[in-house]
């Protein structure tokens, strides 16, 4: 059964800089997409950024496109989201996931939490002054 773990969370300033990771285990991650995933206090939890199995497709949301970058390193079997030029509004709990399809999927633009299982533990990013 997959497995995944995030980290690299934490409490940055605004316009600061953050990578997260997320690390699998169980089964090989090159036969998902993972999805990133945030969860803001009194808020549903929303996408944030998709990276499929293969040829390199992204899909972000608009709220964070130009300042978060999604990236894969299946050898190390983990994907990571680069995050800069953080604002308040990016504070919340972060979840990566696999999708439930395998490797048919790829990602949809409007990146839906009903596509995803095997959610992480989550990771806090906190982003104030």
């Known amino acids: 059964q997959l497995k995944l773990v995030e980290s690299g969370g934490g409490l940055v300033q605004p316009g600061g800089s953050l990578r997260l990771s997320c690390v699998a285990s169980?089964?090989?991650?090159?036969?998902?997409?993972i999805g990133w995933f945030r969860q803001a206090p009194g808020k549903e939890r929303e996408g944030v950024s998709c990276a499929s199995v293969n040829d390199g497709h992204t899909v972000y949301a608009d709220s964070v496109k130009g300042r978060f970058t999604v990236s894969r390193d299946n050898a190390k079997s983990t994907v990571y989201l680069q995050m800069n030029d953080l604002t308040p509004e990016d504070t919340g709990v972060y979840y990566c996931?696999?999708?439930?399809?395998?490797?048919?999927?790829?990602?949809?633009?409007?990146?839906?939490?009903?596509?995803?299982?095997?959610w992480g533990q989550g990771t806090q990013v906190t982003v104030s002054s």
């Open positions: 996931a696999a999708d439930r399809y395998g490797l048919a999927y790829r990602c949809r633009a409007d990146i839906p939490t009903g596509d995803f299982n095997s």
């Open positions: 169980g089964r090989y991650l090159d036969y998902y997409a």
